[in-house]
């Protein structure tokens, strides 16, 4: 087991107000979300990655690997736990909503943002593109910036697209944001200034609940990037999500291929 179970049931009323209550809109901070030694022998484990994110003109710098159980024993377990049955109670109260973990992680994984790695201001895609009716109400991400400090940047910005509201959540090792998927939760990360040989570091689940039917236009990622921007940068933000769609009717959604 590498998630601190007990840690979690002991204070679900707790983790609960936390997040309902949190501004600019719901989301939580764990600390030692994972056992700490464990979650160090998983840290080592992992190598640099050589697969480059798709996310094209907003993102720079950053990889990922979606199927990361494969790199050790304790990045398995983490997988595991997360999609358990145990877990998704534990959600599922502190949401306050029947929420459970894509058990296939679509989507999801470990990302590693090098030199000068950061994400433009965006809002996720809304329905599974498998499960038409899963519903993403959660991002899970758990960080893994060993001795992480201030000047090495990389904080997740989250602000609400309704009120202008927002936040910079610190990123130390070991610690999980829960935030609320919605039409208006925008997050990302500004430009980052990690040492040498040092990269920001997460793994990325998602949490859904089934719709009996649709309240959204299904939609990819709505990319919103900051207001210095070029002009084809912002004509291209305008257009992705048409783009992609075009795309994955053609060609296949690529997302699932970062193995």
């Not at 949190?22 to 464990?38: S, W, Y």
């Not at 999609?83 to 999801?108: C, E, M, Q």
């Not at 943002?113 to 499960?131: I, R, V």
Request: with cysteine; hydrophobic share 35%; aromatic share 14%.
């Amino acid at each position: 087991i590498m998630i601190n179970f007990e840690a979690l049931e002991l204070n679900l009323d707790e983790l609960r107000i936390k997040y309902l209550t949190a501004q600019p809109f719901p989301h939580l901070i764990i600390d030692n979300f994972c056992d700490e030694e464990k979650l160090n022998i998983a840290y080592n484990s992992i190598p640099e990655l050589n697969n480059k994110s798709r996310d094209y003109a907003f993102a720079n710098n950053k990889f990922e690997k979606s199927n990361y159980k494969v790199i050790c024993p304790e990045l398995e377990g983490l997988y595991n736990d997360l999609s358990s049955d145990r877990f998704n109670k534990i959600l599922s109260f502190i949401t306050a909503k029947k929420t459970f973990v894509d058990p296939k992680n679509f989507g999801g994984g470990l990302h590693q943002g090098k030199k000068n790695s950061f994400l433009d201001m965006h809002l996720d895609f809304n329905y599974h593109p498998l499960n038409k009716n899963w519903y993403r109400e959660l991002n899970l991400l758990l960080y893994l910036n060993k001795d992480w400090k201030k000047e090495y940047g990389g904080e997740l910005k989250i602000k609400d697209l309704r009120t202008n509201n927002e936040a910079e959540l610190e990123v130390p090792f070991n610690r999980l944001i829960i935030q609320q998927c919605a039409p208006y939760t925008l997050h990302g990360y500004d430009m980052t200034n990690f040492p040498e040989g040092k990269y920001r570091t997460s793994i990325a689940t998602y949490a859904y609940q089934v719709h009996e039917r649709l309240i959204e236009t299904p939609r990819t990622t709505d990319w919103f990037p900051k207001e210095d921007a070029s002009v084809l940068k912002k004509i291209f933000a305008k257009n992705y999500n048409f783009l992609v769609q075009t795309k994955n009717k053609f060609f296949g959604s690529g997302t699932a291929k970062n193995q």
